[in-house]
């Protein structure tokens, strides 16, 4: 028991050296919503690795954060804005909003629009298809 809550402290320490890095990356802003002035915590992008690493982390909203991690929370109309969000320049943040618009196309239509109107890097696609949301 001791040794998974040091490994889970340890697993936490290494995520918030990470914070400032993310931080600057986002501007301060959840990567996938763009919205400031809320509180933002570390996601790290399934499958998780062993040791955390950087460009499989995002800054996310708390709120964000609630959904992504109960996907059948995801409201529809509330992630429209991926539509912008897709063309980042930031691979992680395009591999999540591919993932959650492909979640969203099993009964969005415009989802699936999208989807077919994008092209990302393979590479992109490729971690995209490593797990579901």
Request: glycine residues 4%; aromatic residues 6%.
């Amino acid at each position: 028991m001791a040794r998974g809550y040091d490994s889970d402290r340890e697993r936490k320490h290494s995520l918030s050296l990470l914070g400032k890095d993310l931080a600057r990356r986002a501007k301060s802003r959840c990567e996938l919503t763009r919205v400031s002035g809320v509180p933002l915590v570390t996601y790290e992008i399934p499958p998780i690795p062993r040791e955390p690493d950087f460009d499989r982390c995002l800054l996310v909203s708390e709120h964000v954060l609630a959904q992504l991690e109960k996907p059948r929370a995801l409201v529809s109309g509330g992630w429209h804005h991926l539509k912008e969000v897709i063309w980042s320049d930031v691979p992680a943040v395009q591999t999540m909003a591919l993932r959650i618009l492909r979640h969203l196309a099993r009964s969005n239509p415009w989802a699936q629009n999208l989807i077919d109107e994008t092209y990302l890097d393979p590479e992109v696609t490729e971690r995209a298809d490593e797990a579901d949301l």
